[in-house]
Structure formats: structure tokens, C-alpha cells
């Protein structure tokens, strides 16, 4: 007969004591301590990247390099955010916000993928829901079999009989296992079934999808243990009343973080979008002053996105300065920069600067395009349409060159750019290889003048 043993866990991030505490140790927060009952006879989490015998040290040099075997999925961006494709055995979470589309971009999924058999566990919704859904997204798949299950070792059974290819559990804070007595949801469920999916992801070599929720403040509902025990954390992210979706990796351990997912929701399920800067960039027809383009990567995928400014006199004392989508920090360099550099007075005016699209850039080379946005609000001069920015901008008001820029000038000429403006000290950059005019700047005064001579 197992002890039952009690004990305090705190819910944000899944630290354990015997004893109530008011504030948790681990993470500071307040009063997030639940009593949960536990089992003595917990079953440990094997290693399993060792064999049974102990394990012997081996050089590095002699370790033989094995390329992850990986399922091609028929969603192409969840191919790339995942590093080319789904690695046999992996064990991804899946989190975002109630209602942004995680059950729908999973359904979708496992009943467009062909040559596949996928077994789709839902705790959440009844089977009629799910072939409603499922209808609304069409159906391709005749190998999708769908459960509605919220015990642990009954799905354990089920997929044992049926050996899917993948399997995809909505959502883990619905799943229990009889081992545990406490409630659906609580740390210890969360924990233990995941380690029980561990365990099954690694010994059967099926990858595992994992949907979970995301808390108010945006971290995964419950514990930071799970993005520990998992291989890949992704997150579905994007305002619930536009239609876009970004999809990242926050931690993968096959691949890189910084590649982005875009999707848009539309009545038959999540589309991709393929081509980036056709959402990012506005087609108004008429010339609006505050708006340049800049040409940025997002992962290995250059995109042109549209950065609006604007710039009025501060009615207040102290001038505002806000920023959406863009260093707050980098605003206020770029600012002292072009009225030291350029003699622009920005130092009395309100300045509000914002990506277009809803996205968050962190690359340097938008700099160039920022201060083209903010000069040209501040002149009510709009900068002509055809044009496109991509450069860093240092403190001594040089234009920098940035990295990949073959590639990002490609990409403003196959959207239909006829000028960018570049810095001059790029190397190997050549006329002759675009059809793009270049512009070939070394200081913002000779920006300045391109743009608005
Ligand atoms: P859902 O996948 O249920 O969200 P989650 O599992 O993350 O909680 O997504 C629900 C939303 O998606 C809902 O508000 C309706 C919308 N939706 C569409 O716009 N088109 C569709 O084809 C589908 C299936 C859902
Ligand atoms: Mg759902």
C-alpha cells in the first residue's frame, strides 16, 4: 500500500515545501501555495537517453553524429518553427492565450497530413464538437482518430492499440492519472502526466503535442517545470481580434528560436501566410507622411515591414515617447542621434513610433527606417512609396552595414521596391547583381537629403 504523503506546491512555478508559505521562495510570488496530496510511490523519471547498464564516458570526437530523423508535416510554417520538420520521439508544448486557435491549428494538422495516422486526444471538447470543427477546416485524413479522454493510463491504452505516428493531447491541465489524488490541473497532475508522456514519447518514439494554457500575466499556466521537462516550447501569440497569428519557439532543442510562424484565421480553419510583407505592408494609394519601410529578417526569412511615427509638439512639460513593437531604449538613442547628427530639435515633441502588423522587431538593421519615419513626421514629408530602408545607425550618425543583406534586398525587389537605401560599407555589394536601384549611404545627412531633396 502506497503513503499518502501532503504537501504544499506552489502553482506559478511548481516549488514544493511541507509547509504553507505566504510568498514562494523560488519564483517571489504571493500566495500561490496549494496543498496537494501525494503519493510516496511517485514513479521516477528515468533517463532514458541511457541504456540499462551504467552509462560509460566517451570522447567527443568519437560520438558519431546522427541526424534527427524528422517528419515533413504538411504545415510548412510549423515545419520551419519546428527546424525543418518534427523530430521521432519529441515532446513539444504548445501554449498561447484561451480562444487564439491552438486546438484548431492541432486538428488542423493531424486531418490535412497525409501518409499519417494521428490520434487526437481531447479533454476539452466532445467528440461532435471536434468533427464540427473538423468540418469547418475539411477533411482530408482518413487516419485522424480522435478520443475524448482525460485519464493518462486510459490514453496510454488507446495508443497503444492504435500506434499513431503523432499524438496530440488538448490540453495537459485537463489530464489526471489515477497514481495522483489531486485535482485535474494542479502541479502535481500537470507534472506527472507530462513525465508519464516523457517517458512515452522517448520509449515508443512517438512525438507528442502537448496544448497548454497560458495565465493572464502570459507565462504557461502552471508550472516553468514543464518548459524544463519538454524538448521544444512553442507559443501561438497574436490579438484575438485581428486575424493574425505568430507562432515561436521559445526553447528547442533541434533546432533555432528565432523562427516565426505566420497565420491568419479565416473561416476554414488557420491559413499560412507564406509571403510575409503582403500583411505587413499597407497599400494605401495616397502618400502619407510618418510611414517608411524597412527590410528586416525574422529568422532566415527577410520580410519588409512598414515603421509609422509621429511627431507633435509636447502639450506637457516632459515629452512622450512611446514605442510599439520596437526598443523604447534604441528610440531614445536614435532621437538624440538625429538632433545631434542631423540638427533636428526632437527634444520638445511628443514621438510615438509603432510597427505595423502587430509584430516585435529587434534587428538593428531598422534603425535606418525608424529615423526616416520620425524625420519624416516631423516635416509632414512622406517619403515616396517605391522606397525601402535597411541599415543599422551608430551613434556618430553612420549608416552601418547590416547582415544578410543580399537577401533582404532581393526580397524589396521581388515586392516591387525601386529604390533602397543601403550603407555604403556592405561588402561585395554590386549594382549589377539588381535590378533595384541601390542607394549607397555613409552618414543620415546623406539620407536626409536622399529622401527628402
Ligand atoms: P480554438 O482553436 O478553439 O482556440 P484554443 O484551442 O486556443 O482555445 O479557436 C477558437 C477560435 O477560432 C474561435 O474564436 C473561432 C475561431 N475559428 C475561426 O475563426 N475559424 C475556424 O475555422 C475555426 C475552426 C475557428
Ligand atoms: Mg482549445
Known amino acids: 500500500m502506497a503513503k499518502v504523503k ?12 511541507p509547509k504553507w508559505l505566504g510568498k514562494c521562495p523560488s519564483c517571489g510570488e504571493w500566495n500561490t501555495f496549494v496543498e496537494e496530496l501525494i503519493h510516496k510511490q511517485v514513479p521516477q523519471v ?3 537517453s541511457k541504456t540499462k547498464n551504467t552509462a560509460k564516458s566517451t570522447l567527443l570526437s568519437n560520438i558519431k553524429h546522427q541526424e534527427h530523423d524528422r517528419i515533413k508535416l504538411s504545415d510548412l510554417e510549423l515545419n520551419r518553427v519546428l527546424g525543418g520538420g518534427l523530430v521521432f520521439g519529441s515532446l513539444i508544448l504548445f501554449g498561447g492565450e484561451p480562444g487564439i486557435g491552438k486546438s484548431t491549428l492541432l486538428l488542423q494538422l493531424a486531418i490535412t497530413s497525409t501518409d499519417m495516422k494521428f490520434l487526437y486526444v481531447s479533454g476539452e471538447e466532445s467528440d461532435q464538437q471536434i468533427k464540427m470543427r ?15 479522454e482525460t485519464n493518462i493510463q486510459n490514453i496510454f491504452k488507446q495508443a497503444e492499440s492504435i500506434q499513431p505516428t503523432v499524438l496530440i493531447i488538448d490540453s495537459i491541465q485537463t ?42 500575466e502570459g507565462s504557461l499556466a502552471g508550472p516553468k517545470v514543464l518548459e524544463h521537462m519538454v524538448d521544444t516550447v512553442l507559443q501561438f501569440e497574436g490579438d484575438r481580434n485581428h486575424v493574425y497569428r505568430l507562432l515561436r519557439s521559445i526553447k528547442n532543442r533541434f533546432g533555432s528560436t528565432n523562427e516565426l510562424g505566420i497565420y491568419e ?66 528610440l531614445n538613442m536614435l532621437l538624440a542621434v538625429m538632433e545631434k547628427r542631423c540638427g533636428f530639435k526632437l527634444g520638445s515633441k511628443d514621438v510615438f513610433l509603432n510597427i505595423a502588423g502587430g509584430i516585435k522587431v529587434d534587428d538593428p538593421a531598422i534603425d535606418l527606417a525608424v529615423v526616416a519615419a520620425v524625420l519624416s513626421s516631423n516635416t509632414d514629408m512622406a517619403i515616396e512609396k517605391h522606397i525601402a530602408l535597411c541599415a543599422e545607425v551608430g ?25 533602397i537605401i543601403v550603407s555604403k560599407y556592405n561588402k561585395g555589394l554590386a549594382q549589377k547583381n539588381f535590378k533595384i536601384e541601390l542607394v549607397l549611404c555613409s552618414k543620415i545627412t546623406e539620407v536626409v537629403k536622399a529622401l527628402f531633396a
Open 395 to 419: 551613434l556618430s550618425g553612420e549608416v552601418r552595414p547590416v547582415n544578410k543583406i543580399d537577401q533582404r534586398i532581393s526580397e524589396a525587389e521581388k515586392l516591387g521596391f525601386k529604390k
Open 265 to 330: 484565421m479565416v473561416g476554414t480553419g488557420l491559413r499560412q501566410v507564406e509571403n510575409p510583407s503582403e500583411i505587413l505592408i499597407t497599400n494605401n494609394d495616397s502618400s502619407l507622411s510618418g510611414i517608411s519601410t524597412a527590410a528586416t529578417m525574422e529568422g532566415m526569412r527577410a520580410m519588409l515591414i512598414e515603421v509609422q511615427a509621429l511627431v507633435s509638439s509636447a502639450a506637457y512639460g516632459t515629452p512622450q515617447r512611446s514605442s510599439t513593437g520596437f526598443d523604447g531604449r534604441r
Open 46 to 48: 528515468v533517463a532514458f
Open 134 to 148: 473538423s468540418e469547418r477546416i475539411g477533411r482530408k485524413n482518413n487516419d485522424c482518430y480522435v478520443l475524448t
Open 6 to 17: 501532503s504537501a504544499y506546491f506552489c502553482q506559478s512555478c511548481g516549488y514544493e515545501t
Open 175 to 216: 489530464l489526471y492519472s489515477s497514481e495522483i489524488e489531486s485535482s485535474p490541473g494542479s502541479i502535481s497532475q500537470v507534472k506527472e502526466c507530462t513525465s508519464q508522456l516523457l517517458r512515452y514519447s522517448k520509449q515508443t518514439n512517438v512525438p507528442v503535442f502537448l496544448i497548454g494554457h497560458i495565465t493572464k
